[in-house]
Every structure is written in C-alpha cells, then in structure tokens.
C-alpha cells in the first residue's frame, strides 16, 4: 500500500529563516510527486508536481526536490505569508486522479 | 484564477437529514471529478470518483447509498450525504484534472459539513 510521511508536523520559523520540508514515501510505480498549501478551512493548493528522481521546480521561495525515496520542500528567506501547512502526496502509475497525502507540515513563520 | 468552485462552503444540518454539496468546474469540461474528505488533523483520503453520464467509482469503506454522487453534465457534479450522522462532519473537497498529460489535480476550497 502506497504511504506518505511528512516530517516535521510542525515547524515554527523567524521571517528569513530557511528550512526544509520532508516528505518520504513509498508507492509502486509512482507516476507523480505533488505538493501543495493549504490555508485553514481551505481547500490544497497546487505547488508543484515532480516526475523523476533528480527533478528539482522552483517559485518565488520555494523550492522542490525529488529523490527516489523522498521528497523535499525547500523554503528560502520565508515571510509571514508563507505560513500554512504543506501537503505531499503520491500518485501511482495506474491510478488517475487518485492522491495519497501525508499528513502534512504545519509551517508557521513569525515577523 | 480559480479552476473549480463549490457549495456552499458551509453547511450544518441536523442529524438524520440529507445535504447537497455542488462542484463545478469554471473553465473546461471535467469528464471525471474526484471527492475527498479531510477530517480535523487528518490527510486528505479519496473517497469517489465521478464520472459524467455513468456511476461513480467508490473507495474502499465508502458507502455509495450513503455518499450519492450525480455527474450530470461536463461541468457539474454533487454530492448527496444521505441520512447524516455526526460522525459525518468533515470538510468535503472535489478536485478535477485539468492536463492528463501532467495528472495535475486542481482542488475547491471545500465544504465543511458540521451535523448536530
């Protein structure tokens, strides 16, 4: 069964302060590597879809990187606004439309 | 802008009755749309998918008598919570592709359903 693992579930940084999101999964023949933001009491933002080992996409601060055994989410110099939590989730080959999310990462940058 | 909308984007009801949430996708034509539910401090999980002018596809554990879904047209599907119970609150999202040359999934910004 495909599983999704985001660490750490929360994360508290100064504006300025990098960091990084991880993101480990395990799925068979994965098609597809997504992350997304999601706001309170909103529904995912897409961010990012990642294909292939080595695979790196890059907007404004963030920054995403593909491994064959995790992924990780790259925050540079964050601000207030970035403040949200992160989603990572898997798609199989064989499986359109079906994610499995982690459990996300609460991100919460203070001024 | 946005890809897909939905509503209403909160309802409460109380226990036993039936709620409708809609789903429309705002500048294409979805073929297929996909259901999830977040509960509080969860990941989100699939829970059906719609496809136009046929039955949707339930997840495993997923009540389709209970979770009715209706894809009537290409840019319109719902979602009937029949006889809901408490333990039925959650946050509802549906999603469609837009590419599914990239099989990128584009969200709503979800329905939160609270029964009393």
């Known amino acids: 069964e495909d599983q999704v693992t985001q660490s750490p579930e929360a994360l508290r940084l100064q504006e300025g302060e990098s960091s990084s999101l991880n993101c480990s999964y395990t799925?068979?023949?994965?098609?597809?590597l997504f992350w997304y933001r999601q706001d309170p009491g909103k529904g995912p933002e897409f961010l990012f879809t990642?294909?292939?080992a080595g695979e790196e996409k890059e907007k404004e601060r963030l920054k995403a990187t593909l491994t064959k055994k995790e992924s990780f989410l790259h925050i540079t110099a964050p601000k207030p606004e970035d403040s949200a939590t992160y989603l990572c989730?898997?798609?199989?080959?064989?499986?359109?439309?079906?994610?499995?999310f982690g459990q996300g990462t609460i991100l919460t940058v203070h001024p | 802008g946005a890809v897909v909308s939905q509503h209403p984007s909160r309802v409460i009801c109380k226990s036993g009755t039936s709620v409708k949430i809609e789903c429309r996708s705002l500048d294409f034509q979805a073929t297929t749309m996909f259901w999830y539910r977040q509960f509080p401090k969860q990941s989100l999980m699939l829970m059906a998918t719609s496809n136009e002018g046929s039955k949707a596809t339930y997840e495993q554990g997923v009540e389709k008598d209970k979770f009715l879904i209706n894809h009537a047209s290409l840019t319109l599907s719902t979602l009937t919570v029949t006889s809901a119970h408490p333990e039925d609150s959650s946050f509802y999202i549906c999603?469609?592709?837009?590419?599914?040359?990239?099989?990128?999934?584009?969200f709503g910004e979800g329905s939160r359903l609270t029964v009393l």
């Open positions: 989730a898997v798609q199989r080959g064989t499986s359109y439309g079906k994610l499995t």
């Open positions: 990642l294909y292939s």
């Open positions: 799925v068979s023949g994965l098609r597809g």
């Open positions: 999603s469609v592709i837009r590419d599914r040359n990239t099989g990128e999934l584009f």
